[in-house]
C-alpha cells in the first residue's frame, strides 16, 4: 500500500504570497491532519478534517485554511505569508476504526520556506 | 490541559549500548493513546509503538521496549542494542479519546535527538 504522499516536497515563497500544499492519504483513510514543525515551536496540530469536514482545529490565525475533497485528498492554504511560516508541513492519514486506538502515519512534508 | 515533556534534549550512545527515552504526559481524560514515533533526517515521522491507557502491560517488539505507567504518567521507550541507524529525533506523543472529536490530534513532547556513534 501506498504511504501518504505530500506535493510539493519544497516550496520557496516570499513574504505576502499565498501557498497551497497538497496531501494524499494512504488508500481507505477517510482522516487528515495537519502539523507544522519549526525549530522553536515544535510540532503543532494544525487542523484535522474527516469525510470532507473540518473536525478539529489547532490554534493558528485564520490564514491558514485546509479543504478535503470527496477522495480524501487534502489541501491547506496558507494566504500573506509571513517570515514565521517558514516550516516543514506534515500531513498525516489515519483509519477509520469503530472504537480502538487510532494512529496517524505521516508523510514526508513539504519544507516551506518564506524570503 | 494536555501535555507531553521529554526531558532530555540529546542523547548520545555508542553503538550497542541500550538507550533509554524518556516522556512524562498530563491529561484530564481517562482514555487516551499513547504513541512513539521516529523522525529520521528526511523529515517523515514513522510511527514505532502505541499504549493505550488502559493497558499498562509493557511489551517488547524486537529491539524496542517500553515502560507505561500511570501512576508516575510516564511512558518511557527503550532501544536495546542501538544501532547507528536509530539516530533519529524520537517523538513522544498524546492523543486523547474521551471525547471522539479529539481522535485526530496529537499533542507531541519537543522530542529527543539520540546519537549512536560507531
Known amino acids: 500500500k501506498a504511504g501518504v504522499t505530500q506535493t510539493p516536497r519544497y516550496l520557496i515563497k516570499t513574504r505576502g504570497q499565498q501557498v497551497t500544499l497538497s496531501c494524499s492519504p494512504i488508500?481507505?483513510?477517510?482522516?487528515v491532519s495537519w502539523y507544522q514543525q519549526t525549530p522553536g515551536q515544535g510540532l503543532q496540530f494544525l487542523f484535522e478534517?474527516?469525510?470532507?469536514?473540518?473536525?478539529n482545529k489547532g490554534n493558528f490565525p485564520g490564514r491558514f485554511s485546509g479543504r478535503q475533497f470527496s477522495n480524501s485528498r487534502s489541501e491547506m492554504n496558507v494566504s500573506t505569508l509571513e517570515l514565521g511560516d517558514s516550516a516543514l508541513y506534515l500531513c498525516?492519514?489515519?483509519?477509520?476504526?469503530?472504537?480502538?486506538?487510532?494512529?496517524?502515519?505521516f508523510g514526508p512534508g513539504t519544507r516551506l520556506t518564506v524570503l | 490541559a494536555q501535555k507531553v515533556t521529554q526531558a532530555q534534549t540529546e542523547i548520545s550512545v555508542v553503538e550497542k549500548e541500550d538507550v533509554t527515552l524518556d516522556c512524562v504526559y498530563e491529561?484530564?481524560?481517562?482514555?487516551?493513546?499513547l504513541f512513539w514515533y521516529k523522525q529520521p533526517p528526511s523529515g517523515e515521522l514513522v510511527f514505532l509503538i502505541r499504549?493505550?491507557?488502559?493497558?499498562?502491560q509493557n511489551e517488547i517488539s524486537g529491539r524496542y521496549s517500553w515502560n507505561f505507567q500511570k501512576s508516575t504518567s510516564s511512558f518511557n521507550f527503550t532501544i536495546t542494542a542501538s544501532q547507528v541507524v536509530d539516530s533519529a529525533v524520537y517523538f513522544c506523543?498524546?492523543?486523547?479519546?474521551?471525547?471522539?472529536?479529539?481522535?485526530?490530534?496529537?499533542?507531541f513532547g519537543r522530542g529527543t535527538q539520540l546519537t549512536v556513534w560507531p
Open positions: 506523543a498524546l492523543s486523547e479519546a474521551s471525547r471522539g472529536s479529539t481522535l485526530g490530534r496529537l499533542y
Open positions: 478534517y474527516f469525510s470532507e469536514t473540518q473536525r
Open positions: 499504549r493505550n491507557s488502559f493497558d499498562e
Open positions: 488508500s481507505g483513510h477517510r482522516s
Open positions: 491529561t484530564r481524560d481517562t482514555t487516551y493513546y
Open positions: 498525516a492519514s489515519t483509519p477509520t476504526t469503530s472504537g480502538g486506538p487510532i494512529t496517524q502515519y
